[in-house]
């Protein structure tokens, strides 16, 4: 029904001139949300996904609450209402599908986003420079070997991520290390980010391609 303000008319049929009008009832434009979350999350970087209200309903009162799905069942975000833009923000920290929702007037409208990728960070510095990593044969068949032209300063951990973001792969690197082997053989063809963080908090990233 378009908005406006609306009223019923009653007629008697035996009376045709008696007629009784309702109350009038004021019908808002019906609101709509957005649900707006970031396309990349880089490491385990907090990061803002917020939720606007559109044609906000005169009649206000409105509620919000930010959730994730998780398994088919939505889970309660914490969720801060915010003034500009209209709605509700909540925070995240990786790669999921997130679900806005906004109650006005006993009406309620959801919206969907998803972080799909996370970023792989280098450090200004460019450590993967400093320490002269390669990583041969890329493209490769299967069969991975990163070198270094010096020992790594510390102990940290090697991810290996599809381009979704997901660890198809994790070891644990260890302090004086300057060569890591890795087998891709059984995963499928496509292109993987190989993810090194340092104890230190130094990060390298390389791409690969699995032929």
């Not at 002269?132 to 290996?160: A, C, H, V, W, Y």
């Not at 053989?185 to 908090?201: C, D, E, H, M």
Request: include cysteine; glycine fraction near 8%; charge should be negative.
């Amino acid at each position: 029904m378009p908005q406006g303000n609306y009223y019923a008319e009653v007629k008697d049929n035996d009376c045709p001139l008696e007629i009784e009008k309702s109350n009038v009832v004021t019908i808002d434009k019906v609101f709509q949300v957005e649900a707006l979350c970031p396309c990349f999350i880089c490491e385990s970087d907090f990061t803002t996904m917020q939720g606007i209200i559109v044609d906000f309903p005169s009649s206000g009162g409105c509620t919000y609450q930010w959730y994730e799905l998780i398994g088919g069942s939505l889970v309660p975000l914490a969720t801060i209402p915010t003034a500009t833009p209209l709605g509700a923000s909540a925070q995240t920290n990786h790669v999921g599908t997130y679900v806005f929702e906004a109650s006005c007037g006993g009406c309620k409208q959801r919206d969907t986003c998803a972080t799909s990728l996370h970023c792989l960070r280098i450090e200004t510095n460019d450590i993967a420079m400093e320490y002269g990593m390669t990583l041969r044969p890329n493209p490769s068949n299967g069969e991975l070997q990163l070198n270094f032209n010096k020992k790594l300063p510390s102990d940290g951990i090697l991810n290996l991520m599809d381009v979704n973001g997901k660890i198809i792969q994790q070891r644990i690197i260890e302090k004086g290390e300057d060569i890591i082997q890795l087998d891709i053989t059984n995963n499928i063809t496509g292109v993987y980010f190989i993810n090194i963080k340092l104890s230190a908090g130094r990060i390298m990233s390389a791409k690969v391609i699995r032929q």
